[in-house]
Antibody, heavy 114, light 110 residues
Framework: VKLQQWGAGLLKPSETLSLTCAVY????????WSWIRQPPGKGLEWVGE???????NYNPSLKSRVTISLDTSKNQFSLKLSSVTAADTAVYFC?????????WGQGTLVTVSS | QSVLTQPPSVSAAPGQEVTISCSGN????????VSWYQQFPGTAPRLLIY???QRPSGIPDRFSGSKSGTSATLGITGLQTGDEADYYC???????????FGGGTKLTVL
């Protein structure tokens, strides 16, 4: 059972961050699927989650710019963050679960720079 | 600034015991489960404790969790140099409808 994530690692300000997380060996059912980020040298910040039924919850500070979605046909879920700035530079992790995130992706460093 | 408050750092000698606190309020820890994560530099976090005090399989019983009111505590006994890492608490917040992470605590095993 594992999560494997990918996406563009270098963006310019105002572009849209797009990451995908593939789920291997686990059903989508009965789980929340989450994105968490960690700016360089700083702590963890929850970005948001999508439930297996497609419902979502987002970090209030990012809500206007975030979309998390499921593609059950491909066993994947995705993160889109629009209008990025340097403050969005971070390692982004995908994870399974809400209160107990038992499975994590390897992390993707996304750098926003002009 | 995180809504869940942790000490920035703690330290203890090998073989000793250490506790890490996580303070919240009635919207989060006071009404919801707490989980704890361990993170080594350059790696993804690992779940240590969930539902306040449960350990996933494979986590040694040197790690323990507890909760009282609006605070939670992670305990580590028999400290090893390999326990040196950052530790984070997390809990759902009913008011924000969001998961909150604590600011993290760096454990040094002297």
């Amino acid at each position: 059972v594992k999560l494997q994530q990918w996406g563009a690692g270098l963006l310019k300000p105002s572009e849209t961050l797009s990451l995908t997380c593939a789920v291997y060996g686990s059903s989508f059912n009965n789980y929340y699927w989450s994105w968490i980020r960690q700016p360089p040298g700083k702590g963890l910040e929850w970005v948001g989650e999508v439930n297996y039924d497609g419902s979502t919850n987002y970090n209030p500070s990012l809500k206007s710019r975030v979309t998390i979605s499921l593609d059950t046909s491909k066993n994947q879920f995705s993160l889109k963050l629009s209008s990025v700035t340097a403050a969005d530079t971070a390692v982004y992790f995908c994870a399974r679960g809400r209160n107990s995130k038992t499975l994590w992706g390897q992390g993707t460093l996304v750098t926003v720079s002009s | 600034q995180s809504v869940l408050t942790q000490p920035p750092s703690v330290s203890a000698a090998p073989g000793q015991e250490v506790t890490i606190s996580c303070s919240g309020n009635t919207s989060n820890i006071g009404r919801n489960y707490v989980s704890w994560y361990q993170q080594f530099p350059g790696t993804a976090p690992r779940l240590l404790i969930y539902d306040n005090l449960q350990r996933p399989s494979g986590i040694p019983d040197r790690f323990s969790g507890s909760k009282s009111g609006t605070s939670a505590t992670l305990g580590i006994t028999g400290l090893q140099t390999g326990d040196e890492a950052d530790y984070y608490c997390a809990s759902w917040d009913n008011s924000l409808t969001a998961i909150l992470f604590g600011g993290g605590t760096k454990l040094t095993v002297l």
